[in-house]
């Protein structure tokens, strides 16, 4: 039976001796070409790279290796040769050589230049980085153990967001605080030529950012009303959860054409791209605004609390994604119900929506042979490629049959409990624990799970 070419040496939790930095060049909008620099302490002796294949938030093995190019390893001035893997393409196995206590890597991530190749990250105007596009780590070590000093080159005169914190500015480049690599693929960095940024919440001790990134001045036009919309998803989330698990919360927003739609969750941060039109065409774009929300819950559902078998040590071990029903069924409805108590969108909108929903899993005809248990494997099953028998194979309906599942607790809790008590309370008591603590997951373990 085949084997890998070395064996990978088994993750341990103490911690990696050393930083390791990485500094990204983001200046080639011509070409959309991140180039990456990396020092790594090491020591003589075999030595496994990786690239991060199991991402968060996508709950699959999808990290772009194949954009991954320019690779080159030097230690003293000599360049080092590596083999990748035959059996783990994201593996690559060197010798270091005796007397050799530091690498310097440099290689390229080739972010797609338009859709047909992936997600459009880099524009003329807004440019969205992913850390674990740009970061080789070395095997044996859990993420949270690797300590990185990030920094990037920005084009001249742009404004960035991210929950990194700034260390110092040597012109357009930033060094950030040195984080564990597992803070730091959470912590996306977006920059732009056109921004606005807007405090959600400035008072406390973990404030609460809105930052808007737009292909033109023009879509950043946001009313007061809109404004407070946003405000208000911030302090319905207070209620409803009691507690902030983040030092900062910054909300990323894309209004463009050419970047591409995402939304992602973070610990301290998410990602959101929408159409220009999100402010300027308010009245359109009801269904686009539980996005947000939805974004935002996962910083207590997902982030905060998270189930054990999607919290692997690494981005290189597999992830099991057993109880994406509870990760994204009930954020999706947490989603719904914030919209229509923050007023983003209209209670009788958020109603429509949640009965839309019913009317499409009733005619749903793969749930005949499909339960919904099973369609959490699908982001492992098809990756979110097109299907060609969509209600037959169904997708990822844990989203919205899951959603649907958190409604019927709520109503049968309202009514055991004479209406004394409903899904709010469980939020309250399952998520409102450790005020203040971030970046630290609570484990959730199948039907065991429970507030401590
Ligand atoms: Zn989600």
Redesign the pocket.
Known sequence: MAQAQRPIPAVQDAAYPGVISVDVDLTDLERKIMEVRQTMPVKPGPLTLYYPQWLPGAHSPVGPIGKLAGLRILAKGQVIAWKRDTLDMYAFHLDVPSGVNTLELSFQYLSPVSQATGRVVMTTDIIGLQWHTVVLYPAGHSARAIQVRPSATLPSGWKLASALDEARREADRVVFKEVSLETLVDSPLWAGRYTDRVALDAAGSAPVYLTLFADNPASLKASTEQIDAHKALVRQADRLFGSRHFKRYEFLLALSEHFSGI?L?HAESSENGVKPGYFTEWAKGAPGRTLLP??YT?SWN?KFRRPADLSTPTFNQPMQDSLLWFY?GQ?QYWGFVLSARSGLVSIPDSRESLAQTAAWLDARAGRTWRNLQDTTNEPIVSRRAPQDWRSWQRGEDYYDEGALIWLDVDTQIRELSAGKASLNDVARQFFGVENGRANSAVHLRGRDARAQ
Do not use: C, M, N, S
Request: charged letters at 40%.
């Open positions: 939304g969750e939805h974004e996962h997902g994204e954020t």
